[in-house]
């Protein structure tokens, strides 16, 4: 009889435990994340494990693991891959009155699936004096013969210039994103290669006029160790272009509850805590990048930028058109 009791305590004991962590699945590689983990901790109780990888690489795991998997919450860098997500089946809706109150409808799933956690805006970096600052004012600019030889930009097979080309087809239309793409392709100063700051400082240093580039690098290049990257970003200046129908495009980073979660109801806590002005806060004066939550200001330094309106298409398209972006970069030559 006292081994049973015994054994109940063990038992209950290791249940209470197992229910007080939660198991993220991130493709953000932030130390600004895991300030916000550890800060989730320390007011919960509640430990977070986290598993680090590529959004590719989670998505595929969370697909084999099925039932099995340990995954609580997935958080990636892009709509496109939340919307990945969805639609394999990976996700589960997340009932959340703080969310649905505080994260606006544009920056979060039409399910409730995944909510946005950070926005991104993918902009315009020119030499500071060129007089494109005052020239340049859309996406759809990019294809003008005078600015041909001026563009850099990454590679067609990043997230983020496929969500770009996404936008363009959910605001012209595929014929015209065809037309687009073959145009940008046209005006590159070189063959795309690098990343974000790579293009920046390649426009500082001379190599093109028009770098296209999520501006929270820009924050991250002004500080840096790099010389050389801080160097570079007080040779250009930032121009937030808009489509000709809409605003400036934006991406997200963005998590959603995982289809199995073990311990779901921690990870919905967790969700909210990542969306709560304090979390916010974090997000934007240490990774420079904006907030979602209403009430919540920039960064300073991102505020002296300027201003800029939110494009009107909804998030969720760019994940639906993601498959006929990369089918378009393709046919136009856009390595």
């Not at 496109?80 to 996700?91: C, H, I, S, T, V």
């Not at 589960?92 to 649905?100: C, G, P, R, V």
């Not at 926005?119 to 013969?145: N, Q, W």
């Not at 809409?246 to 969306?275: C, D, M, R, W």
Request: net charge positive; no cysteine.
């Amino acid at each position: 009889m006292l081994k049973r009791i015994l054994l109940g305590v063990v038992l209950l004991t290791t249940s209470i435990f197992a229910a007080s962590e939660i198991n993220v699945y991130s493709h953000r590689h932030y130390d600004t994340d895991k300030k916000l983990f550890k800060m989730f901790e320390e007011k919960t109780g509640i430990k977070v494990n986290v598993v680090k990888a590529d959004a590719n690489a989670l998505i595929k795991r969370l697909s084999s693991e099925g039932e099995n998997s340990p995954a609580d919450v997935l958080i990636t860098v892009d709509a496109g891959r939340l919307y990945q997500a969805k639609e394999k089946g990976l996700l589960q809706a997340i009932d959340s009155k703080y969310l649905t109150e505080n994260i606006p409808p544009l920056l979060r799933d039409k399910d409730n699936e995944w909510f946005a956690l950070t926005k991104r805006v993918r902009a315009f970096m020119v030499p500071k004096g060129s007089g494109l600052e005052d020239k340049i004012k859309t996406y759809e600019d990019l294809i003008k013969p005078e600015y041909k030889d001026m563009i850099m930009i990454r590679s067609s097979n990043h997230i983020y210039n496929q969500s770009m080309l996404a936008a363009v087809i959910s605001h012209h239309g595929e014929e015209y994103a065809l037309k687009w793409a073959k145009g940008v392709v046209e005006n590159m100063a070189r063959r795309p290669k690098g990343n974000d700051r790579y293009q920046v400082k390649a426009v500082a240093n001379g190599i093109g006029k028009i770098a296209i580039a999520n501006t929270y690098y820009v924050g991250k290049m002004i500080g840096n160790k790099d010389f050389s990257e801080a160097e570079a970003v007080k040779k250009v200046k930032i121009i937030f272009p808009v489509f000709e129908n809409g605003g400036t495009h934006i991406n997200v980073s963005g998590a959603g509850v995982a289809k199995y979660a073990p311990h779901k109801q921690n990870a919905i806590k967790f969700i909210e805590f990542l969306a709560s002005p304090e979390a916010q806060e974090l997000f934007a004066n240490e990774n420079f990048e904006y907030p979602v939550t209403k009430g919540v200001k920039s960064n300073s330094v991102v505020s002296a930028w300027g201003t800029f309106k939110d494009d009107t298409i909804s998030i969720n398209t760019l994940g639906e058109y993601n498959a006929k972006a990369v089918k378009i970069f393709d046919l136009a030559g856009w390595k």
